[in-house]
């Protein structure tokens, strides 16, 4: 099993930005893709907002959803084991408790397939 950590949360005015970092531990193969997917208030655990492929062997692939495709920006650094999302130009809409996670289902947007997940870090945007 891999093991995820995020970290990076916090308070932010609206307009700020933030940068999550997750770390990912375990033994990866190649066609392992980190997801990250985000809690809001009230709400379930199922709000799909970008993807990224691990390995890199066949190239490099991103998937955003399209609330989010604008601000957000997902990277990895596969030597160092760690994932990121930039996000900017952030809204009072996009507090959640943001959760990274891993699969290797090309579902990737489908919170359902993914068996790794992070604690979650909290990402709250005042007006």
């Known amino acids: 099993q891999v093991q995820l950590v995020e970290s990076g949360g916090g308070l932010v005015q609206a307009g700020g930005s933030l940068r999550l970092p997750c770390a990912a531990s375990?033994?990866?193969?190649?066609?392992?893709?980190v997801g990250w997917f985000r809690q809001a208030p009230g709400k379930e655990r199922d709000d799909f907002v970008a993807?990224?492929?691990?390995?890199?062997?066949?190239?490099?692939?991103?998937e955003y959803a399209d609330s989010v495709k604008v601000q957000f920006t997902i990277s990895r650094d596969y030597f160092k084991g760690t994932e990121m999302m930039q996000m900017n130009s952030l809204k009072p809409t996009n507090t959640a408790i943001y959760y990274c996670a891993g699969t290797y289902s090309t579902d990737r947007t489908n919170w359902t397939v993914y068996n790794d997940w992070g604690q979650g870090t909290q990402v709250t945007v005042s007006s």
């Open positions: 375990g033994v990866i193969y190649n066609d392992y893709a």
């Open positions: 993807a990224i492929n691990w390995g890199g062997w066949s190239g490099t692939w991103t």
